[in-house]
């Protein structure tokens, strides 16, 4: 699996075939602020059918068409995701959700709509973008580029950071799944650093297989 993190590094994944990595959501790991304040905080993407997992209704609450003929709708959340419902975009292949906390004005839903912003690239990336009054930010700005996926099961982190990879650092080193979190360097030379965290027996499993299996290959560091 080609990666290129947002600060320009670039690197393959090489793993086992089933683990399926391809096939998991993958996050921007971004939150939104400065719209109307009923919507925003965490941005979800995923490449599957909101449907699974995320929303339900055949038909969307409310929804409105940008100017640029984007159209955005508000769809009634899933029982195990109150009290939220989403705010559903779509940029290519990849579905953007945005969890909103009861009504949403039609106002409120014409700020969000023609806020955010995206597009999928021609190596099918995601990129979004926000315009005033909406801000776009990485997820507590303290973990630089990182490369999320995720499903119900597992989250995996991978980061270009190689001072993480120093052993004064505190960080890495765990690479024992029994406990449900991994940690490691994958390179010796420190070049790229994983975090993944399991909920459930399968996903410890997964967890082992991805300690025994992952490697990392053609880092190229960003441009300076």
């Known amino acids: 699996m080609p990666v290129i993190f947002p600060e320009g590094t670039r690197a393959e994944l090489v793993y086992p075939s089933h683990l399926r990595l391809e096939e998991l959501a993958v996050n921007p790991d971004t939150f939104a602020t400065g719209g109307p304040k009923v919507c925003g905080y965490p941005v979800h993407a995923t490449r599957h059918?909101?449907?699974?997992?995320w929303v339900r209704g055949e038909e969307p609450l409310a929804e409105h068409a940008s100017p640029d003929g984007t159209t955005v709708a508000l769809w009634e959340g899933r029982p195990d995701h109150r009290p939220y419902n989403y705010l559903v975009y779509h940029f290519g292949s990849w579905a953007v959700l945005v969890p909103c906390r009861g009504h949403v004005s039609s106002e409120a839903l014409a700020v969000w709509a023609e806020s955010l912003q995206g597009e999928e690239s021609a190596e099918g990336l995601l990129v979004l973008d926000g315009v005033a009054p909406l801000v776009l930010h990485p997820w507590r700005?303290?973990?630089g580029?990182?490369?999320?996926?995720?499903?119900?099961?597992?989250?995996v982190d991978v980061r270009p950071l190689s001072e993480q990879c120093d052993p004064s650092s505190g960080?890495?080193?765990d690479t024992d799944p029994r406990d449900?979190?991994?940690q490691w360097c994958v390179q010796s030379a420190g070049s790229i650093y994983v975090y993944a965290v399991g909920f459930t027996p399968a996903g410890k499993g997964f967890l082992q297989a991805l300690v025994d299996g992952l490697q990392v290959r053609r880092v190229e560091p960003a441009a300076s």
């Open 171 to 173: 960080w890495g080193g």
């Open 49 to 53: 059918d909101p449907h699974d997992g």
């Open 141 to 143: 700005d303290q973990h």
């Open 145 to 155: 580029p990182t490369l999320r996926l995720s499903d119900e099961d597992v989250i």
């Open 180 to 182: 449900g979190v991994i």
